[in-house]
């Protein structure tokens, strides 16, 4: 029941329609992934930052004390990752405004031998060849899932076909779903990636929820109808991190079910919900376990036909 | 616990993206919606059509034995509503392609004597003052419905607001949501609409589910996820036939409340996702109880979190 996640942490700029901005924030996949997972559990972070990155944003992935860091390589002389993006009208599309690569186009991290027997691996978007090389590191997983973006579906269709023989699963944004597969419906989409190996494929929705599409079966939820939406960053890193979160600390004999992971969905779709109420892990940081508590039901109670 | 709808009937041409279409069909929100909410129990039916209008399609009304069609209007020398439209791309988005009024921009149909102590009201998509006057034939009402479109927001914004204030609740889509109000949040935008009268607004978001905002709360479902998309015609009006049916039948003590609500709702859900699967009435004239029973629990269990 070790959870691990790989992918990339960075330093965001986000500009959002009501005119508020930050500079210099604290971002990247595996930032919010493993912000998300530690309130289930333990969760263990390989990624790599430059010489550059703040001393503040290491404090703050401090803050979550069950993420284990051990993985996180600081490069003397390399530069950390930088994205620029602004968000357009309701918050469900953004433009980027500059994507500096810097460290992420050397090198990935190494999995450090400690983490090599992690059970739950979840390789979070970076270049589907890396996902597979970072995979091959680990000795013994239980349940591996990706993410991926519409940069590789357009750039390398192969290496993430190749990626999607080796996981059980696949998360991906509805748009993305479609780019890949040529199919406009999300579970027609769903069942066309089945068909390339996975077990199931999560699409992400946005605010419109999320669409499980598994060999056993098709489960829709709804994202937590939330009113003041800030930044919309990371709620699908964080959707991932609850979920994988979840399923590591309750660690089922099949991770991989269809009913276990849809209500592995739930707790995703409450930790997305707070992410997206202020910039970067600000929300996160001061999260407290019994608030997430008691969201969590109010969305069971909102969904509940029993 | 006597339903009863008032709005349009008419003569569709629809085409789809899978290159499929079909030319004057039975159509208009009135034969949606109350083809729909007959599942549940009897529903009365106030709409006019010309003297144009198709036998079959009297024949296809007659086939839901529980509709009453004591109020459908056969107006000589007038000419049935028409109206053609084009899906696009995923479904979700369409073009009207032609849009005859006909006897849409006559005098309304009178209500029936014997239908004006109905006490469930469902005023479908028609001018807001029309909607106003035929509310004000009733004499006995429980719980007042409307729903609206984007034309009326447009141009009838005072007739509608003025409208608000007799409703129990108001279903619209989530453009018209944002056009009606200026926010861009679909429950920060019916929270505004709240404060113009209604106890409720049911923004209803097609494929992505619907949202119900109300006095007492919050709640999102998600649409069933329907794999094969034939026509979405009629999706919003069987979804509020299903939900006002479904209430009727139960007749609870307060129709209004959000529980209450939020329940009706998924039984809407369920029956549009059955329009959906073919052109016109044509998937609803073939249902049974039983088929819908089974995919209602279906659609629960994918969303219970218990």
Redesign the interface.
Known sequence: MSLIVTGTIGIDTVYT?SGEHREGVLGGSCAYFAAAASFYGPVRLVAAVGDDFPEAHRKTLARFERIDAAGLEVRQGSKTFRWGGKYL???DHRESLFTELNILAEAPPAVPDGFRDSTYVFLANMHPALQADLLGQMSSPKLVVADTMDLWIGTARDDLAALLKKVDGLVLNYDEA?QYTGR?????AG?HILDEGPTFVVVK?GE??A?LVHRQG????????????VDPTGAGDTFAGGMMGHLAASDPSDPADFDTL??AM?HGTIIASFTIETFSLDRLAGLTPDRIGER?DA??S?????
Chains 1, 2 share one sequence.
């Open positions: 329609p009208d309701n918050m479609e406009k419906n999300p579970v027609a069942r929705k419109h929820g669409i098709v489960a829709a939820l709804p994202a937590y109808p939330a009113e003041d939406v849809r209500r739930a969590y969305f069971a909102m969904v509940s036909l029993a």
